[in-house]
């Protein structure tokens, strides 16, 4: 993790020289890319995000996504860790329009599944909905190419009993986008 993070700030640090020159602001923005999540102290998940800003409601402001990340895509890959699935879909609000640095705050809910595998385990609860805020920042340039790093906090949780015990609270996300539609 450390060496992505390494890496992803000498690309924005490169990507500096790459700012943006035209305004976006009045055009709709679809952009899809892939999500890297890392629970603390927890596992790898990781897949698909999407998300996109309408031009007639405060474009390139407010975004609306949805994204599919997976333990299987991630620390559950070739290991006996246990496979979840999470479905998000998620409001999202970018400050500083034609910046290259844009804090945001983004509202994940969502529902999450676990498979445990053994029916030894069919007493645990392996289901939950997901309620998370996420604070951060995304770093876009004049190519079609947006980062985002963001922190994030699971308000439901469990331990197995009441509630599913691998939705741990605290968790860090990078999401690597590309812009497939500006019209």
């Not at 620390?75 to 804090?103: G, M």
């Not at 705050?105 to 609860?125: K, M, P, Q, T, V």
Request: glycine share 6%.
């Amino acid at each position: 993790m450390k060496k992505l993070l390494i890496w992803l700030c000498m690309v924005l640090v490169e990507m500096h020289f790459l700012m943006p020159q035209a305004s976006f602001a009045q055009e709709s923005i679809l952009d899809a890319g892939i999500r890297i999540q890392k629970t603390v102290n927890f596992y790898y998940e990781n897949g698909i995000s999407i998300q996109y800003s309408n031009r007639n409601l405060k474009p390139d402001k407010l975004y609306f996504g949805f994204s599919y990340i997976s333990s299987r895509l991630g620390t559950a890959w070739n290991s006996n860790a246990i496979p979840q699935d999470n479905f998000l879909f998620s409001p999202a609000w970018y400050f500083r329009p034609q910046h290259v640095f844009r804090p945001l705050f983004r509202l994940n809910l969502g529902y999450f599944h676990a498979s445990f595998g053994d029916e030894i385990f069919d007493d645990l609860s392996n289901s939950s909905f997901l309620l998370s805020p996420e604070f951060g920042a995304s770093f876009e340039t004049k190519l079609p190419l947006k980062f985002m790093l963001t922190f994030g906090y699971n308000l439901i949780t469990g331990d197995g009993l009441s509630g599913a015990g691998t939705v741990y609270p605290l968790y860090i996300q990078t999401t690597v986008s590309w812009n497939i539609l500006k019209k």
